[in-house]
């Protein structure tokens, strides 16, 4: 797990340091634009600010912006790992210390076990990713590592609508992929009271 910890510098200015326990997990999730990623990338710099080795690992499928960096949508950037699926993250963790993987709910139900592998061998999980998909499901596996999860961290952008926080993440786009991958004009969050889920069958997992 890894623990937030601040230690003020003076009254105002706090100093925020990074505890890192081995073989914890750590859950980020909620809607698009709810600053998930940007909140990965903040655990990993602290990280790697303590001497800790890190890596970041994104799936191939995600071609946003830049294909070898986790991107936020405010254009911060960090070095990533494209990846095809779950089991060739741990092909890549030797000497690592944190793990990180982002948009987890790419990586479908085969990123649970190669999770608890990674916290097998002492290494620490960071996982980020959707709550809920299109048609209002709890995206997989985001609900199953919550249960696992040492620490659960929730990062949900303020609804377009009212302004309430979004568990939610509304398709306003034409679906021209399986894979549901988007941006900025793709999608929006929403409340429960303003997110209407799609019709029609939902996407194959």
């Known amino acids: 797990m890894i623990r937030a910890c ?8 706090p100093v925020v340091t990074i505890q890192v326990e081995k073989g914890q997990l750590e859950v980020v999730h909620g809607s698009m634009f709810g600053g998930k990623t940007e909140h990965m990338i903040a655990r990993l710099r602290q990280a790697e600010s303590q001497g800790l080795r890190v890596r970041a690992f994104k799936h191939c499928i ?3 912006y830049d294909p070898d960096h ?3 949508h405010r254009q911060d950037q960090f070095d990533a790992i494209r ?15 944190v793990a990180a993987v982002d948009e987890g709910h790419f990586f479908k139900l085969a ?6 592998e990674l916290m097998k061998r002492g290494i ?4 980020a990713g959707i709550s ?12 199953q590592l919550t249960e696992m999860a040492d620490r659960v961290v929730v990062k949900e952008a303020p609804c377009r609508v009212c302004g309430e926080p979004s ?11 399986i894979h549901m991958v988007g941006g900025l004009d793709d999608y929006e969050p929403r409340c429960k009271a303003h997110f209407t889920p799609l019709s029609g069958p939902p996407e194959k997992r």
């Open 6 to 13: 601040q230690t003020p510098q003076t009254q105002d200015n």
């Open 62 to 64: 995600d071609d946003r």
């Open 70 to 72: 986790l991107i936020t």
């Open 83 to 97: 990846v095809p699926g779950a089991e060739a993250i741990l092909r890549q963790c030797d000497g690592v210390d």
């Open 111 to 116: 990123l649970i076990s190669v999770v608890r």
């Open 124 to 127: 620490s999980v960071i996982v």
């Open 132 to 143: 809920h998909d299109a048609w209002g499901r709890p995206f997989d596996p985001m609900p």
């Open 167 to 177: 568990p939610y993440t509304q398709r306003m786009t034409q679906i021209n992929t």
